[in-house]
């Protein structure tokens, strides 16, 4: 079981766009973000299949997560 | 300060000192209070009785970091009431430092002759336009214009759609060097400057010319806390998204979320949306020489734009932005950057806003005029507006025209203004402000985009909470000439705004002034538009976005009537 993880704009540099991480069960948006050695603070917004979420969030087998740095919509 | 007041009909300008009532206003809050005080609010917008403003903010002229913002105003032919369209470049720090509160044109010419209207150091001149400036876009017009008066002059006009008076026109103004084309897009105030005769406001520079600062000391301790904060906001600093890649920067983010319009805002999602983002916008434009990180206003520290060029280095438009790739982009089923670059160069050509115009095309795909994705056809849709054929006429009146017209019923507007790039199906704070906004859907009016930790955006409780904090901290922003973008620092301290406005003016104002100044633009535009005739009906979202699910969320716009009919209970 895995997790389709992207990251976006400022956080790619040094790591691939796109990668799968292998899950055993349920765990968070936290626990992937520093698996994949995503400095936290830079994280300004994620989604977890598209849906708006947080770093606590539980994220499911074969879900999509996405990490973006800190955006301003205008 | 002074207000200009410009008489088309009598070719005549008159110099008046500002009224106590219009002492403490600039921007969006004095043209909302010029408007109420000035004009019948059911007049006719492209009639003798409406009045077009040219109105720097309260901070204009000072050379605070993103705050030379011009406003512009009137009541808007396209929403039938209030409007403020604000833009970059030049002209709001020009007419600052040239203590000029306001331009005021009123009435119409006798016949339908065009002028220029030339401001200098304490002088205004009215000039005819002659032939070479009529018929002709934005961008040779501003440089015509400032072979004859400097390239450092300021140029204010408009293009082929201001002058046919169609609805979905703005307002061009010149920026610093390359950036040519900044607009005060929205709500067809360039057609009610082509109703007035007015081609085009030419500002000489006022070399020397400063604002007199009150409390210097307060101000410049002030001013100078504001910009380090810009430069250390992790959004806005030089190693920020929106430094980095502009506007684009959220493509990937909305998109992902399902908000980006697609297919005419039948779709949230883009499949070709990474050929869209900030990131291929930058790769693009540093790899073919062009420029990104450039700025609108003099300084500006965010410096967001880009120049954008195609594959041989030719420049093609400066700046692509955010809005104008959803809907030009997406919204056309268009899934490249140099697509996106072609149609906006056209639109600030002819002088057109990018949002309108792109969800009028998009209506009109729907429509089978073209397909979408289809950039020949597109483009050929496009022309017939600088050529001003009858076609060209309908999509330069915009979304709501082009749908009657052709008889769609999938027309995204609230208050006859086309919806900007978030589709508010799952985005519904921005549904509230487009359905509740005096100012029609309009994304500056009050953008709930990324609003973390707060309220989600695609449930409805808290929206209606959201949406009004928004609109108020909107208003003050458009009403100081603050970028949508430099507003971090006031938020997370108010007393910043307030001692750059007392250094500057001496007014003592304390918070409460602040919060009541910012609530009582609101206020005014809100009783304009209650005289103007327009009911809480006529702010709706669409029928149609209240029925059909928009994949892949499959959301509707399901805020309750009762919340959209409050919003204001606690303004």
Known sequence: MAVDIEVFGQLLPGRPRRCSVEIQGPTTARELANRIGLELSHIGLLSIDGVQSELDDPVSPNSRLCFFPYLAGG | ?571
Not at chain 2, 50 to 68: D, E, M, Q, S, Y
Not at chain 2, 249 to 256: L, M, P, Q, T
Not at chain 2, 324 to 331: D, P, R, W
Not at chain 2, 493 to 510: A, E, K, R, S
Request: hydrophobic share 40%; with cysteine.
């Open chain 2, 1 to 571: 300060m002074k207000i200009l007041r410009v008489n088309m009909k009598e070719a005549g300008i008159r110099w008046e000192t500002v009224p106590p009532d219009y002492e403490q206003l600039g921007g969006r809050a004095l043209i909302a209070k010029l408007l109420l005080s000035e004009i019948p609010p059911a007049c006719d917008a492209l009639g003798p009785h409406n009045k077009l403003i040219f109105t720097p903010g309260l901070l204009g002229g000072a050379i605070v970091a993103t705050a030379g913002r011009l406003s512009v105003g009137a009541k808007s032919p396209l929403t039938g009431g209030i409007k403020e369209a604000n833009a970059g470049g030049t002209a709001g720090d020009a007419l600052g430092k040239l203590a000029i509160k306001a331009i005021v044109v009123e009435e119409q010419p006798k016949n339908k002759e065009f002028y220029i209207l030339e401001l200098d150091v304490d002088t205004a001149k009215l000039i005819p336009a002659d032939n070479s400036l009529r018929h002709i876009g934005t961008y040779a017009t501003a440089d015509r214009l400032q072979e004859r008066y400097g390239a450092d002059a300021t140029v204010i006009c408009i293009g082929q759609a201001g002058e046919y008076l169609m609805t979905g026109a703005g307002i061009s103004t010149t920026g610093e060097r390359d950036q040519r084309s900044n607009h005060a897009a929205r709500g067809g105030l360039g057609a009610v400057m082509g109703s007035k005769g007015l081609k085009a406001v030419v500002i000489r520079k006022a070399v020397g010319k400063a604002i007199q600062l009150h409390d210097e000391e307060l101000f410049r301790k002030a001013a100078k806390a504001y910009a380090q904060k810009l430069i250390t906001d992790p959004k806005l600093g030089t190693k920020g998204s929106q430094h980095l890649y502009g506007t684009a920067s959220i493509v990937g983010a909305v998109n992902e979320m399902g908000s980006l319009p697609t297919r005419n805002f039948s779709e949230g999602k883009f499949e070709h949306a990474a050929q869209l983002r900030g990131e291929k916008l930058r790769e693009l434009v540093l790899a073919r020489e062009g420029k990104v990180g450039t700025r609108c206003m003099p300084g500006c520290v965010i410096a967001c734009r880009n120049l954008y060029p195609d594959e041989s280095g030719k420049p093609i438009v400066g700046t692509v932005q955010y809005e104008t790739i959803a809907l030009v982009g997406s919204n056309l089923g268009l899934g490249n950057l140099d697509d996106v670059a072609t149609l906006n160069y056209m639109c600030n050509d002819f002088g057109l806003d990018t949002i309108e115009t792109g969800a009028a095309l998009g209506v009109a795909l729907e429509a089978g005029l073209a397909k979408f994705g289809d950039i020949e056809g597109i483009v050929g849709l496009l022309k017939q507006v600088g050529e001003g054929t009858v076609l060209g006429r309908v999509l330069g009146c915009g979304a709501v025209t082009t749908g009657k017209v052709l008889g769609i019923r999938r027309v995204p507007v609230a208050l006859g203004q086309a919806m900007p790039g978030y589709d508010p199906r799952t985005l519904k704070g921005n549904g509230v402000t487009y359905a509740t906004s005096p100012q029609g859907a309009d994304h500056t009016a009050g953008n709930a985009f990324g609003a973390r930790n707060e309220v989600p955006p695609l449930g409805t409780a808290g929206q209606k909470e959201l949406s009004l904090r928004l609109q108020i901290i909107a208003a003050m922003l458009d009403s100081t000439g603050l970028c949508l973008f430099g507003r971090p620092p006031i938020i997370a301290n108010p007393q910043l705004m307030i001692d750059m406005i007392n250094g500057i003016y001496g007014w003592g104002w304390t918070k409460e002034d602040y919060d009541r100044f910012n609530r009582d633009v609101l206020r005014t535009e809100l009783e304009f538009n209650r005289r103007a005739g327009i009911t809480k009906t006529d702010y709706r979202i669409p029928e149609y976005m209240r029925e059909e699910p928009l994949p892949p969320h499959n959301a509707v716009f399901d805020v309750p009537d009762s919340d959209l009919d409050s919003v204001f209970d606690a303004l």
